[in-house]
């Protein structure tokens, strides 16, 4: 019933309009109006004329011509005349389909003449999120003269404007509508806002406006590039052009780049020497062969492509002394190029307790590892021999005699007068061989190590706590007895060295025999025969004759056993490292490195 009684409403109110027209009782002025939007809140209309939005009638049902729409949109209205007054009622939806039920929000838009006159317009919205709308044009008019303009900016009642004219019937209601985008509760038109440009958040900078949804740069010399305005003609991430990037070196000088570098020219977008680049020699894309050299923008030949022109000269910088590595790098004059690097060249490695020294080819002496008790600070002068002992060093100049340094608590590091052949530094005592042969020795003798025998010998070693030396073949050992170690096997002896506690010997036929503690098997000798043999504090190592290949044994917890597998032409071992010399005349070190002595030491 209720449906029925709003038909009737609707039908006595089209009845009303179709009778009484749209003519004006007083006359009416032809000036627009601006009408006062009074309470935009809620509508300026009697509640028995709203439309039931609940059951919408359509426009052809009230004989209304209606024009224009919604896109995808929906739309119904009403018009009625009570004596001299005139209202009409407009409801716009901004979504759904077509002859569809209405959606869940809308907005009414209603106006109310007078005699022709407007006297009010208004705007309500049932929901908070009413339709949103860039703007809103409504024109009600008859053949000729009754006109309305009805507008709404970005969802909001803009103004209403009323023309007035002789009476005439209410022919038509036209409207257009621009639809506009929602951001944060907000209608924005995104083809000017600059929060929202082209699309929500999207925000310019100050240096730019929003143009038809898109970025411009307010100052015409600027580029847009991405997001940002940037002046090609200096950029150097946009130079000329955007995302044209200058590369290292150079710059961008009036949109074009350029090399930041006088001497350098610019060749495939690259800054480059022409006189020393391969690849563009003297000009570029000139490039040269594997043996050539740019030298000065010109062309050298090599026989090798490892050779480099140094002062005219195609040299190998791998081997040679004066430029290895590179022209007029120079070694010293007693270092040696390998592979473009400078090294020492030794003619012995001896290694101590926490520490190694070698004697270089020009006779001096050079120490690394361990510097307490000045270990490392070798004498003046030039040496034939040098021996690395426990915290100390000794060794024999080129005219004889001693000279000894590091620590010096037992006087090991005191070395006597005269003229000697050898000398070997111990634990804390030294040995050496005058050039009469008789032996000398001095330093700590609690275990009567520095007791020796009386005669001649041809060699001397002196060990942690006891000495041994050989004569004619014959090996004698004096001192410290643990393990026996005094005890000599039978044999004809060419070399002896001792370690912590054992001794080793080399015979004739090149066999070597170990004996005293054998705690980490450092006496167990692996067969085969050997031209050099050397013991350290628990293990003992020795060149293979076979191929000079060091072979050691015993205790490797440091890695002191661990040799290379190429020919060496001497070995040294020491308190838990082993030092060697390859042919080259070059130190390798391998074991423990915890004060260095393993870093041979390089020019």
């Known amino acids: 019933m209720a449906r029925i009684s709003r038909i009737i409403l609707w039908l006595a109110l089209l009845c009303a309009l179709l009778l009484t027209g749209c003519g004006p009782e007083r006359e009416r002025r032809a000036q627009p109006v601006e009408a006062d939007t009074g309470d935009q809140d809620a509508p300026s209309l009697d509640a028995e004329v709203a439309p039931d939005t609940s059951d919408p009638v359509e426009a052809g049902q009230i004989g209304l011509s209606v024009q224009g729409a919604w896109e995808a949109g929906r739309h119904n209205g009403l018009a009625a005349r009570a004596g001299s007054r005139f209202v009409f009622v407009m409801a716009s939806l ?14 009414y838009f209603a106006v109310e003449l007078d005699g022709g006159l407007l006297l009010s317009a208004s705007a309500h919205s049932e929901t908070a999120s009413p339709p949103c709308l860039a703007s809103l044009q409504i024109l009600a008019e008859n053949a000729y003269t009754c006109l309305l303009v009805f507008e709404l900016q970005f969802g909001q009642f803009a103004r209403a404007l009323h023309y007035g004219a002789p009476d005439q019937r209410l022919a038509s209601i036209n409207f257009e509508a621009t639809a506009c985008t929602r951001c944060a509760q907000e209608c924005v038109d995104v083809q000017t806002d600059s929060n929202h440009c082209g699309g929500c958040d999207a925000q310019v900078s100050v240096e730019q406006h929003c143009v038809e949804g898109s970025r411009v740069c307010k100052n015409s010399g600027l580029t847009l590039c991405g997001q940002d305005c940037v002046d090609v003609q200096s950029s150097a991430s946009h130079c000329g052009q955007c995302n044209q990037a200058a590369s290292a070196g150079m710059i961008c000088v009036n949109g074009l780049r350029q090399c930041q570098n006088a001497s350098l020219t610019q060749c495939a977008g690259q800054c480059v020497d022409l006189q020393t680049s391969r690849a563009h020699c003297g000009a570029c894309f000139e490039a040269i062969g594997a043996t050539q050299h740019c030298i000065d923008g010109e062309v050298v030949g090599c026989d090798s492509a490892q050779e480099i022109v140094c002062g005219g000269t195609c040299v190998d910088a791998r081997t040679s002394t004066t430029h290895c590595g590179s022209c007029d790098n120079a070694c010293t004059a007693s270092g040696i190029c390998v592979n473009g690097g400078c090294y020492f060249k030794f003619t012995q490695v001896s290694a101590g307790g926490l520490h190694t020294c070698g004697l270089l080819a020009d006779q001096s002496v050079r120490c ?22 426990g915290a100390h060093n000794c060794a024999l100049h080129t005219d004889g005699t001693l000279a000894c340094w590091g620590r010096n608590d037992y006087g090991q590091s005191t070395a006597p007068a005269g003229t000697y052949v050898q000398v070997s530094a111990g634990g804390s005592h030294s040995c050496a061989l005058s050039t009469a042969g008789a032996i000398v020795c001095w330093g700590r003798n609690n275990h009567d190590q520095r007791v020796a025998p009386a005669g001649t010998f041809d060699q001397v070693v002196a060990g942690s706590l006891n000495s041994c030396a050989l004569k004619a073949g014959a090996l004698t050992c004096w001192g410290d007895n643990f393990s026996n170690k005094n005890t000599v096997p039978a044999g004809v002896y060419t070399q002896v060295d001792i370690g912590a506690y054992h001794i080793c010997g080399r015979r004739t ?17 692996p067969a085969g025969t050997y031209n050099q043999v050397t013991t350290g504090a628990i293990h003992t190592c020795a060149l293979r004759t076979s191929d ?10 440091q890695g002191q056993g661990d040799m290379p597998a190429n020919a060496m032409d001497a070995i040294s071992a020491g308190s838990s ?11 390798v070190c391998r074991g423990r490195n915890t004060e260095g002595q393993t870093s041979v030491a390089r020019p």
């Open 94 to 107: 901004a979504n759904g389909a077509e002859n569809a039920p209405l959606p869940a929000y809308h907005q």
């Open 368 to 389: 690394w590892g361990d510097p307490s008790d000045q270990r490392l600070v070798v004498p003046a002068g030039t040496f034939t021999q040098v021996s690395a002992g």
């Open 548 to 557: 000079d290949r060091a072979i050691c044994w015993g205790q490797n917890d």
């Open 577 to 587: 490292h082993t030092c060697l010399l390859r042919p080259d005349g070059i130190a």
């Open 509 to 525: 036929d090149g066999s070597i025999t170990c004996w005293g503690s054998s705690s980490n098997s450092q006496i167990a000798v």
